[in-house]
């Protein structure tokens, strides 16, 4: 709209755009900012033709025919109402933030007077040639006309009706209703600068239409749920109201954005569909680093098969030194054979020829030769050929050294080439290996970022079965419960509220991302609280067929650890009951012994609680199964009941990591406590009542912990009973935690589902300190991480 619209449509961006929702109260007409001198002062330069409240009233002509009607009923009051218009624009101060509406105007009288004019609330006023203002004559309106910046610039003037600028065809015009504001009429102006919009009545203008209002649209409602569709990798519906407002409400144009800034991971919904970031920013840097992770290990994948193919080639080249070395060993031998055979021939020859040259006999006795002249022939071509073949196969054999020995040098020399080549690979692998490292820890870090960011305490509701008719519960939606009692109404907030309807499996979901933490090496505690019979166990351990969160989040924990090839992990597990503020060990082989517990800094242990080492579900079961029987038996004997009693369930996960030579440890405390209830309710006695006192006083005492947590106090009473000592190292800074408050819906149950949703909501508004992870170096490997 024009620049005569009040100041609220300057401030309602910026509102918007921090994320701020506006009042619900009609924004009230006043003048913008820096501007006062519009109220009163009236000169040449702020008096200029100017038609921005026509347009309004083209959209609105029947509000003003109306309004002149009404005007001319009141006609003897004109004098009075008119003098009360003047007095009031002129009178008027702009206290600071105040908002005044004025438009100018000019009127062109037929008389050739041309008057400076402006509208007040519906009333017009113009000023005289005496620079006063005075009220605009009804009759005037036919003596004349009023002037607008475009029919000057044409030279056509114009009559109010026809400078009114026409509403084009693909401009929407709607209305939408408001809580606490009625129905508002709402514009869509197709300029991409101009927004929703709708028609404050009261201020007589088109304001910015606020954000979370214009999400109640069903125009904008329909088009988010498009682009929702399309990308459910995105999920907050106020982003894509945004994103949409600045792509003039076209859902094909938002997608495409998103698609060309985000690739194609918004196709996909975010691990945990229900999840809601908190900070989108996280969620895409943690995607980007996700992608930045990938291509680092395909990097990895392609380095290790370059080094394996090096390694085929080097131990094939290996087999060919082997088997030349083997036929010049093989030559060598027959070499030494044909050297034995020319002796062998020598040594004929030679007795041969002795035998030729027998002893001379005295002289001039002429003796008759005794060797066989062809024999002798026969002799000398052997000799011959023997002398010819030892020759050429001197030079086969030499030949055939000189050319091993051409081939071992080039032998050599690839080995040479290979060991380097495999120098480099290895050098490459290793700064990819330590990158990889590098990424990994952020990536944990980014991940435990975002846990922080939804709070390292997250407190979820559920709402047990019921069988009763009447219940005291209403209005259970994701996040807020509400309890009626005695015809009072208390709504609750937490960070998931389950219906009676909800699954053990929907339940355990809730529970994911600390198990994941766990594995990291960070204290994880989930733990149930609430009163008698509220469904503490049922969502702790459940029935064997469909069980609760303990065994659902051990197999989450094992199948995570079995992911990790790289990481070796050991498992160990303790259960323990606390009965009337002392420690029973339900994993000992002889009962009786009570433990104590022992803390050093921040760590607290129990010396000699049996621990069990684990490595499969089935080992934990069993495990498990041993220790419910033994929590039995002691309370047979003792003649009480299992669940006047807090159930500790601790998993010890070691891990370490082969690549990076690092050691985490993390735990996982289960923790079903006892009933919370009220002594007077349940008229105990005797042994009873001294269980219920040592539960409450315990109870009481973790409740302390939280509102001591919740103000930042500068002592936090862990001390003051064996339980919240024990759950010291869940429940400071170093841990992130999981609290089940578990409720009767029965209206009997009313008083004790209030007092357990508030203590549910104490603990909610704890926040504990930055997380850390218990990481240290493995000493047994040198590598760390740099
Ligand atoms: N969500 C549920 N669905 C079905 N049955 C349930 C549910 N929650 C609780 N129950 C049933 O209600 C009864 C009481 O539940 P449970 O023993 O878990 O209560 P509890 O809070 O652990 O009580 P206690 O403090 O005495 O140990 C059990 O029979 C259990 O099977």
């Not at 985490?664 to 007077?680: K, N, V, W």
Request: glycine share 6%; with cysteine; proline share 4%.
């Amino acid at each position: 709209m024009g620049s005569g619209a009040s100041v609220s449509e300057v401030s309602q961006p910026e509102m918007l755009e921090a994320g701020v929702e506006p009042e619900p109260d009609p924004p009230r007409a006043s003048a913008p900012a820096g501007r006062s001198d519009d109220t009163v002062q009236v000169d040449e330069d702020v008096v200029k033709p100017d038609s921005h409240t026509v347009d309004i009233q083209s959209l609105k002509s029947e509000e003003i025919d109306t309004q002149r009607e009404e005007e001319e009923e009141e006609e003897e009051e004109e004098e009075e109402t008119t003098q009360t218009v003047v007095n009031t624009a002129v009178n008027e101060t702009v206290e600071e933030g105040e908002e005044v509406s004025l438009d100018f105007e000019s009127f062109l009288h037929n008389n050739g007077t041309l008057y400076s004019c402006f509208n007040h609330h519906g009333n017009r006023v113009y000023v005289d040639e005496s620079q006063k203002l005075q009220p605009f004559p009804k009759d005037w309106y036919s003596q004349g006309r009023f002037i607008t910046p475009n029919s000057e610039s044409s030279g056509q003037p114009q009559t109010v009706a026809s400078s009114q600028p026409a509403v084009r065809e693909d401009d929407r015009i709607g209305s939408i209703y408001i809580q606490g504001r009625g129905t508002v009429i709402t514009y869509m102006f197709e300029e991409r600068v101009n927004i929703c919009r709708f028609w404050d009545l009261q201020a007589g203008v088109w304001l910015l239409l606020p954000l979370q209002w214009e999400m109640n649209d069903e125009f904008v409602q329909a088009r988010v749920q498009r682009v929702m569709s399309a990308l459910p990798g995105l999920v907050d519906q106020k982003e894509i109201t945004a994103a949409l407002r600045q792509c003039n409400y076209d859902p094909e144009e938002v997608i495409s954005i998103y698609l060309a800034m985000f690739g194609e991971l918004l196709l996909q919904a975010p691990p945990g569909a229900d999840h809601n970031y908190a900070d989108l920013n996280s969620f895409r840097a943690l995607l980007e680093r996700d992608r930045v992770i990938e291509d680092l290990r395909q990097k990895l994948q392609t380095k290790e098969k370059e080094v394996d193919g090096l390694f085929q080639k080097n131990s094939y080249l290996t087999r060919e030194v082997r088997y030349l070395n083997e036929v010049v060993q093989h030559l060598n031998q027959k070499l030494a054979e044909l050297e034995a055979d020319k002796q062998e021939a020598r040594e004929k020859i030679r007795s041969l020829l002795s035998r030729r040259a027998p002893a001379v006999p005295p002289a001039k006795t002429i003796i008759k030769p005794t060797v066989d002249p062809d024999q002798l022939c026969q002799v000398s071509r052997l000799t011959r050929e023997l002398n010819v073949s030892n020759k050429q196969l001197r030079s086969t054999v030499r030949q055939a050294l000189t050319d091993m020995q051409n081939q071992l040098e080039q032998l050599k020399g690839s080995v040479g080439k290979v060991a380097q080549v495999e120098q480099e690979a290895a050098g490459e692998v290793e700064e990819l290996r330590s990158l990889y490292r590098k990424e990994a820890v952020e990536r944990k870090s980014l991940y435990n970022k975002l846990l922080e960011l939804q709070g390292n305490i997250r407190v979820f509701c559920r709402c047990r079965k019921s069988s009763a008719s009447n219940s005291c519960l209403e209005n259970t939606n994701d996040q807020d419960v509400v309890v009626v009692q005695k015809g009072n109404k208390k709504k609750f907030q937490f960070d998931k509220v389950y219906p009676p309807s909800s699954t053990q499996e929907e339940v355990f979901t809730g529970t994911l991302p600390v198990i994941t933490s766990c594995v990291d090496g960070y204290n994880v505690c989930i733990l149930a609280y609430g009163q008698t019979g509220s469904g503490k166990t049922y969502t702790m351990m459940g029935p064997k067929e469909n069980p609760g969160v303990n065994i659902r989040s051990i197999r989450e924990l094992l199948r995570i650890c079995a992911e990790k090839e790289k990481v070796s992990y050991t498992l160990k597990i303790s259960m323990l009951e606390i009965y009337n503020d002392s420690l029973n060990d339900l994993l000992a082989k002889s009962s009786g012994a009570t433990l104590d517990i022992r803390v050093q800094g921040k760590s607290v242990s129990v010396p000699g609680l049996t621990q069990v080492q684990v490595q499969t579900e089935a080992d934990i079961l069993s495990v498990m199964e041993t220790g419910e029987k033994n929590r039995k038996i002691a309370s047979t004997k003792m003649n009480i009941q299992s669940s006047r009693s807090h159930l500790v369930v601790a998993l010890e996960v070691e891990g370490s990591d082969e690549v990076s030579g690092l050691m985490s440890r993390g735990t996982l405390t289960l923790c079903d406590l006892a009933g919370s209830e009220r002594i007077s309710k349940t008229e105990a006695e005797g042994q009873r009542l001294v269980e219920a006192a040592a539960i409450n006083k315990s109870l009481t005492a973790l409740g302390q912990v939280f509102s001591a947590l919740k103000c930042n106090a500068l002592h936090i009473p862990f001390r003051n009973s064996k339980l919240s000592l024990l759950l010291q190292p869940c429940l400071s800074g170093d841990a992130k935690c999981c609290v089940f408050v578990n409720v009767s819906p029965d209206a009997k149950d009313a008083a004790e589902t209030l007092s357990t949703l508030q203590f549910g909501s104490t603990i909610r508004q704890v926040s504990l300190g930055k997380a850390t992870q218990n990481i240290v170096p493995n000493k047994n490997k040198t590598s760390q991480v740099k």
